[in-house]
């Protein structure tokens, strides 16, 4: 199949902004809860609907006593937390445009996003974040305000509007209309200078009401379980800021959760007890591999497996019969599935919450096993797709017919083409409107009306997508072989020792990688089999380690020609960060940064 078109089931309001619902929901059912939010002694806290509507209304207030107007850009610097939400529907509300940077940025990225934008004033969280403009202040003409959520930001913007009447904020609410720009937000770039997409309220509404109405099932409440989930996907990143509105939109509470590592994380699900979740793969291995070492230092290596063995062939056999190729799961698999739910799969649970049974995952691939493990474990995955420039989802696996290993159809009013090369193109409401201030880099995606996503993909017989690599990453060794890197990539990082992955080999005779370690896993191999600690100068020369790693390659070799195989590979004693500039914010490799950052070590490789 080279083109689906899934037939749209919810459009942008003709009229109208995203801060309406806000106050719409308000008006409706003041005493819903809206958000949990967590006080500085971490304890949460219930916020409702007229709450929520008073604190934007008053914050929309003093933004405009302090001098910002319709369609000026305001940058928002801070990793997610309650006060992002109330500054994005505030600033909303009065018709201005949000610019989010990571709060990772460094100086000469925040002054080009800022620069680019023409910002005009700025929310950072502390004093650092402060610094970091600072030193680029003087080449941001426009910038005329800096408030820091860490000194009372909130309480001070709204104290300078008590004197305004309500009615003056309607007004300019009243003005925002569904193509007016929301956001411009800036690529996280893997090669060259961040880009600015400008999304439109129409376009965030398209497809927040698309993903509540279509995947209903994870955003409805039920009268004895209320939908809820925890925001920890950085809000500066399109996929966070989906999340967000579809909540707020759907009536679903949120919390929100500023690290994305499972240390910090798993114990805020525990208590905020979230029904539902969106997060990137990484979570999910993280949870499973935690689930493992467990497992393994109770003496109960063996029984895990088994239960993991069970729950995939039991999503197997359920995914068979939602396709209509199979029985569904036998009376054995059942009896020892209910056998496994009490003794495994509830813990997994458990460590996610309790409440969690449904969940969206996006950002990178997810191994098919893994999303069959978690479906028999009782917590369904719904695997997607999507970019900046699509407002996140374009396309992800429905509830009821889930092809675990794919990212799933298009999204309702959605239409997926494959090209002749392999791209992928995408046509619909949820498509940006271009790049700022850069039309040669529009042109070259959109092609009346089509975006040019710079993926591959193929589309299986009832329209499934699978991404198979970017173009603009295929490798080409010096005897002529094209290598997509990806599956490879993905496939030895299933190992749980190995952290992450990198395929070089342009413009070389062969295939080789770079591997690094997973630090906590490693640290429990060691402990498992009675060996000291290393530093990670002896540590990448353990034999068995490398024999370990040197199994995952094996693995990820099944999948490809002999001409496409890693033929060597190199493990390093620390791990590819963003800090270093060797991942972009959502944690996609920087190739030509590692390469260049590694260039000795990949020679190597090709040494003899």
Request: glycine fraction near 8%.
């Amino acid at each position: 199949m080279r083109e689906f078109t899934n037939p749209a089931l919810a459009s942008a309001p003709p009229v109208g902004g995203l801060a309406d619902v806000v106050f719409d929901h308000a008006l409706e059912d003041p005493s819903h809860i809206a958000f949990g939010r967590k006080d500085r002694q971490n304890q949460w806290h219930d916020v409702t609907a007229a709450q929520f509507r008073d604190e934007v209304l008053a914050l929309a207030k003093g933004l405009l006593a302090q001098g910002i107007r319709f369609g000026d850009r305001v940058a928002i610097m801070s990793p997610t937390r309650y006060e992002w939400t109330l500054f994005d529907f505030a600033l909303w509300t009065i018709g201005a445009q949000v610019v989010p940077v990571y709060p990772t940025s460094s100086a000469e990225q925040v002054f080009w996003m800022l620069y680019d934008a023409q910002v005009t004033a700025a929310v950072v969280e502390h004093e650092d974040h402060a610094m970091t403009i600072a030193t680029v202040i003087d080449r941001l003409p426009h910038l005329r305000r800096l408030w820091q959520l860490d000194s009372d930001a909130v309480g001070q913007v709204t104290a300078s509007g008590t004197h305004l009447d309500d009615e003056t904020v309607h007004r300019h609410r009243r003005a925002v209309t569904p193509d007016s720009t929301a956001t411009i937000i800036y690529t996280s770039g893997t090669t060259g200078r961040p880009k600015g997409c400008v999304i439109t309220h129409a376009n965030f509404m398209f497809e927040a009401d698309t993903m509540v109405n279509r995947w209903e099932p994870v955003f409805a409440s039920k009268r004895d379980n209320v939908a809820s989930t925890l925001l920890f996907l950085p809000l500066a990143h399109v996929f966070g800021r989906m999340v967000q509105i579809a909540a707020v939109r759907g009536g679903v509470k949120m919390g929100h959760q500023p690290q994305l590592n499972a240390a910090a994380l798993l114990p805020d699900l525990q208590a905020f007890r979230p029904t539902f979740i969106l997060a990137v793969p990484y979570i999910f291995e993280k949870v499973f591999n935690a689930a493992r070492r467990k497992a393994e230092k109770d003496g109960k290596s063996g029984p895990f497996a088994k239960a993991v063995e069970c729950a995939v062939k039991y999503a197997d056999a359920q995914e068979a019969k939602a396709f209509g190729t199979g029985p569904g799961p036998s009376a054995s698999l059942r009896m020892q599935h209910s056998v496994f739910d009490k003794l495994v799969y509830s813990k997994v649970r458990e460590a996610m919450g309790g409440r969690v049974r449904q969940a969206m995952s996006g950002g990178s691939g997810m191994d098919r096993r893994l999303g069959l493990f978690f479906a028999g474990a009782g917590v369904a995955i719904y695997e997607g797709y999507g970019l900046t420039e699509s407002t996140a989802a374009a396309a992800a696996n429905p509830p009821e017919q889930t092809r675990y290993g794919t990212v799933g159809k298009a999204i309702p009013g959605t239409t997926i083409h494959i090209a002749d090369d392999g791209e992928i193109w995408l046509y619909g409401d949820n498509i940006f409107q271009g790049y700022l201030n850069d039309p040669k880099a529009t042109d070259a995606s959109l092609h009346d009306g089509w975006l040019a996503t710079g993926d591959l993909g193929s589309l299986d017989e009832d329209g499934y997508l699978t991404i198979t690599g970017r173009k603009k990453e295929i490798l080409v060794t010096s005897g002529g072989k094209s290598v997509s890197p990806q599956q490879l990539e993905e496939r030895v990082r299933d190992h749980p020792l190995i952290a992450q992955c990198i395929v070089v080999g342009n413009d070389r005779p062969y295939i080789a990688a770079l591997v690094t370690l997973d630090s906590e896993a490693v640290e429990h191999w060691l402990g498992m089999r009675g060996k000291q600690l290393m530093t990670p100068a002896d540590l990448v020369r353990d034999g068995d380690l490398e024999m370990e790693v040197r199994r995952a390659v094996v693995a990820a070799n099944t999948l490809v020609s002999q001409a496409e195989s890693i033929r060597t590979f190199r493990i390093l004693a620390h791990q590819f960060t963003e800090e270093h500039g060797l991942l972009t914010p959502s944690l996609k490799l920087k190739r030509k940064s590692i390469e260049s950052a590694y260039a000795a070590e990949v020679d190597a490789l090709y040494r003899g």
